[in-house]
């Protein structure tokens, strides 16, 4: 395990909030990235604007960032008709994360989202399958260098477990978030799981930091935070978006804005939120503010 990872780590043990980074996507949009296009393709054919993304936040006061890898495993490449390409995507989306943490000595952990598949009976997929292109990913972004893995925006409980069993399979150290929607009947994920099946789900699977990210504006993630710290005495993690986008001239538009955001810090403290980050909509503003809010407590 890497120094920084260990420092890292101890901090987290200390009772210390740590601040992970913005949105990925919405930078990368800033800069060109159409709706659409394959954000992980910009690892090669826009290598600066993926490496500031990173910059950026560690500058905003970030403590680790993650990797523009999301989407890079087989079955969502596939869509976009780069499957051939897995490796260099993962490859190049760490090591440009590597290069802009590198003056900081800060942690990359490598982002892996969901393969936008489902198991049987739901989708197509049978478990074994999904299980292999996870390792598939975390193969490469083991090899690339990455210090730790970020498992988000995980919509279904059974495909969070398998990444995550696949991260620990590859010797991570596994940050891992499911994502909620607003029900008459409470949080749920897509497929209707409740806050109390996800958490144990993560925690069986082995994940060491248990959180939520996306979905969701901060007054409900603190909500939700409240609701998984009862229920397990690992680490907690919310990455919030900047509220509900709403859609402007063809464009998403997220109305929280940095000093509206910061203003739940506290209260994510008091709720038990070990590591804040911001999901859609973020920005290095946000992070900045983030972490005055973080000083203060």
Known sequence: ?????????????????????????????????????????????????????????????????????????????????????????????????????????????????PTGEFVQPEGMLSANEMRVAFREQMTVIKEAGADAVCIETMYVIEEAALAIEAAKDAGFFCFANVTFDSSPKGFRTMLGSTIPEAVKAMDHAGADVIGSNCGNGIAEMTAIARSMRALTKKPLMIKSNAGMPELVDGTAVYNETPDSMAQWIAELKNAGVAIIGGCCGTTPEHIRRFRAEILKS
């Not at 890497?2 to 210390?16: H, W």
Request: aromatic share 8%; glycine share 10%; proline share 4%.
């Open 1 to 113: 395990m890497p120094d920084r990872l260990q420092k890292l780590i101890a901090r987290l043990n200390a009772g210390e909030m740590l601040l992970g980074d913005g949105a990925w996507g919405t930078q990368l949009q800033r800069a060109g990235l159409a709706f659409g296009d394959c954000p992980e393709e910009w690892n090669a054919s826009h290598p600066d604007d993926v490496r500031r993304v990173a910059r950026e936040y560690l500058e905003a006061g970030a403590d680790f960032c993650l990797t523009n890898t999301f989407g890079a495993n087989r079955y969502r490449l596939t869509r976009h008709g780069y499957a051939d390409r897995l490796r260099e995507f993962n490859l190049a989306g760490v090591r440009l994360s590597r290069e802009a943490a590198e003056p900081f000595d800060a942690v990359v952990a490598a982002s892996v989202g």
